[in-house]
């Protein structure tokens, strides 16, 4: 069974800092691996997706985030936090050609001015 | 072009009472899903409708959910009775074919609280 990992319920950064968010997966074969952000009150936004290619995705808002299939990875990454980024973000994943979309546990992001 | 639209946004009712939940995906997105988010835990897929054809429901508590996507465009969540343990968000989701089938659109979701 396919499954996804965030190992930190919270990450507390400092505004103009990098940020990582950590995630792994357990999914067999090709993994389409994905992230959403979910803010207050609102539906989860779709950040970014890893399909094939290079292994470092850039998508909304500033964010990437990094393909590592040695060590079933796909962590979230920006070079320089801002206060407006503090919202829960989930990781996901699903194997190919298989549209169940798993979700992690979430985490906390909170960038302090 | 507006989002998935989901109502009622709240909704707090007495266990063994009914509720049912709406959902407006995307115009034009053939896929339609309903996902379960429990406090603390990251959405659980309960439905996938491929336009009015359930596709997998698989993790739907058939004993006391139901659901069904008339017509392939919106569609509705029931569970009757409601049980202490289903208070949760209900989430709606869409996805268009093609290059964008597997990116999702969120509704803000359906927040249950049963008393």
């Known amino acids: 069974a396919q499954s996804v990992a965030q190992p930190e319920d919270q990450v507390n950064v400092a505004e103009g800092n990098p940020l990582t968010v950590k995630c792994t997966y357990s999914v067999s074969g090709n993994p389409y691996l994905f992230w959403y952000v979910q803010y207050p009150n609102r539906g989860l936004q779709f950040l970014l997706k890893y399909i094939t290619g290079d292994n470092l995705v850039k998508g909304s808002y500033g964010f990437e985030a990094e393909f590592n299939k040695s060590q079933t990875s796909f962590h979230l990454k920006k070079p320089s936090a801002l206060v407006s980024d503090s919202a829960l973000y989930f990781c996901a994943a699903h194997k190919t050609g298989f549209q169940k979309l798993v979700f992690g546990t979430g985490t906390r992001l909170l960038v302090s001015p | 072009e507006a989002g998935v639209v989901q109502s009622p946004r709240y909704k707090i009712i007495e266990k063994k009472q009914p509720v049912a939940f709406w959902c407006n995906p995307i115009s034009g997105h053939n896929t339609l899903y309903w996902y379960l988010q429990n406090l603390g835990q990251g959405p659980e897929l309960l439905i996938r409708?491929?336009?009015?054809?359930?596709?997998?429901d698989s993790q739907l508590p058939k004993d006391r959910f139901s659901a069904e996507r008339l017509k392939g465009v919106d569609s509705t969540l029931k569970i009757q009775p409601a049980e202490l343990g289903d208070s949760a968000v209900y989430l709606c989701?869409?996805?268009?074919?093609?290059?964008?089938?597997?990116?999702?659109?969120f509704g803000a979701g359906s927040r249950l609280t049963v008393l």
């Open positions: 409708y491929e336009n009015e054809e359930a596709v997998d």
């Open positions: 989701a869409s996805s268009p074919r093609g290059a964008g089938a597997n990116v999702l659109t």
